[in-house]
């Protein structure tokens, strides 16, 4: 049953996590002061060194009741769980450090939640065209595209604790993972195109190809952990999008990170780890 929105307004709690990401922190957190309230701002700080960690003490320490800040080492999976279970509100917004937030993104995310207990927005790439007009690899299960990534996206509280939070093990696409989990739960996964992120993609060739990469790999671990996927994949648009010579490189990038998880990855395969899960 979707949340509802009676009376007061949700209480959201923003999650971000950051590492080195002193270049677009500050833009990010300007963007969300000028939020629709009620919220609060939890940055988990994956033991940064380049000044991010002082900027996000910067806003905590300037606004201590909107703005909270802790490090916490280890992966993005482990960054937002930390984040999540330190949230005060009853839904959570999650975002990253290289993201700017349009300034009805959380008002939006609110009115979604009277819909729906998982809510995903529109993520707008900026950056160089070549790398920012590639389209996602979509992915849908039950009717639901669960590549929506969390750089844009919401959770009822309540659901991400009983579907178990994100899983640390995954190197990537543990958003995917999280999604998966939601929708074999019963939920369903509301997209709200007005909800706008925009995210800037990586800055050169090099560092594009190796995201994809890792990509790759973490498409790798999720069938190790969901079973075979390759059903749920619309071959035909994903090859339709493959329209240049940057999309075929993005695709063989991801294709080797998925073929070196099946080299490299016997040690320590994923299993699928059974979980309460409450009412949906």
Request: with cysteine; hydrophobic share 40%.
């Amino acid at each position: 049953m979707a949340s509802e929105v009676r009376g007061d307004p949700l209480f959201l709690s923003v999650v971000v996590t950051v590492k080195n990401e002193s270049r677009h922190l500050r833009r990010l957190l300007e963007s969300l002061k000028a939020q629709s309230p009620p919220f609060e701002v939890v940055v988990v700080d994956a033991l940064s060194r380049d000044g991010t960690w002082e900027i996000a003490r910067e806003f905590a320490e300037a606004e201590p009741d909107r703005f909270r800040a802790f490090q916490r080492f280890g992966s993005r999976g482990i960054g937002r769980n930390a984040g999540a279970q330190a949230a005060r509100g009853t839904h959570l917004a999650f975002t990253d450090g290289d993201c700017i937030a349009d300034s009805r993104w959380l008002q939006t995310i609110r009115e979604g939640f009277s819909r729906s207990r998982v809510v995903a927005g529109r993520s707008v790439a900026i950056g160089k065209p070549q790398y920012a007009e590639l389209e996602r690899v979509e992915l849908f299960q039950r009717g639901n595209d669960v590549t929506f990534p969390s750089c844009n996206l919401g959770y009822e509280k309540a659901l991400f604790e009983a579907i178990g939070g994100f899983d640390p093990r995954l190197i990537t696409a543990e958003d995917i993972d999280l999604n998966l989990r939601a929708v074999a739960a019963g939920a369903r996964l509301l997209y709200l195109p007005e909800a706008l992120i925009y995210h800037h993609v990586r800055p050169n060739l090099l560092r594009f190809l190796y995201q994809a990469f890792w990509n790759g790999y973490g498409r790798k671990q999720l069938t190790e952990k969901h079973g075979s996927l390759w059903g749920n994949y619309r071959y035909r648009r994903l090859l339709e999008a493959q329209r240049s010579a940057i999309a075929f490189a993005r695709l063989g990038a991801a294709m080797t990170g998925y073929l070196a998880r099946v080299v490299t990855g016997s040690g320590d395969r994923l299993t699928p780890v059974e979980r309460p899960v409450g009412p949906s």
